[in-house]
Nanobody, 116 residues
Framework: QVQLVESGGGLVQAGGSLRLSCAAS????????MGWFRQAPGKEREFVAA????????YYADSVKGRFTISRDNAKNTVYLQMNSLKPEDTAVYYC?????????WGQGTQVTVSS
């Protein structure tokens, strides 16, 4: 079983940066591929980025490629999402989960709001 707690969201102007963190509990974290997902108002939740269990491979949605960077620290049971050059369309609640996502692992998420 894995429990996930996201943090680091906030209000930022377009062009700004934020770093999200996802703290995980559970012995399976270090052997699990992890991902970041987001859900904007009125839209379905969508994939943002993923990282392999070792951190050696990363994957990004086209909409964030070149602006966002996913990383992990298995010693700290934490996954990060560095978001640069933020745009108003990045406004959403951001969630972390295993990749592929498991319904039982969804947390509260962290709100990111980008003002124009």
């Amino acid at each position: 079983q894995v429990q996930l707690v996201e943090s680091g969201g906030g209000l930022v102007q377009a062009g700004g940066s934020l770093r999200l963190s996802c703290a995980a509990s559970g012995r399976t974290f270090s052997s699990s591929a992890m991902g970041w997902f987001r859900q904007a108002p009125g839209k379905e939740r969508e994939f943002v980025a993923a990282i392999s269990w070792s951190g050696g491979s990363t994957y990004y949605a086209d909409s964030v490629k070149g602006r966002f960077t996913i990383s992990r620290d298995n010693a700290k049971n934490t996954v990060y999402l560095q978001m640069n050059s933020l745009k108003p369309e990045d406004t959403a609640v951001y969630y972390c989960n295993t990749n592929p996502a498991r319904g039982a692992y969804w947390g509260q998420g962290t709100q990111v709001t980008v003002s124009s």
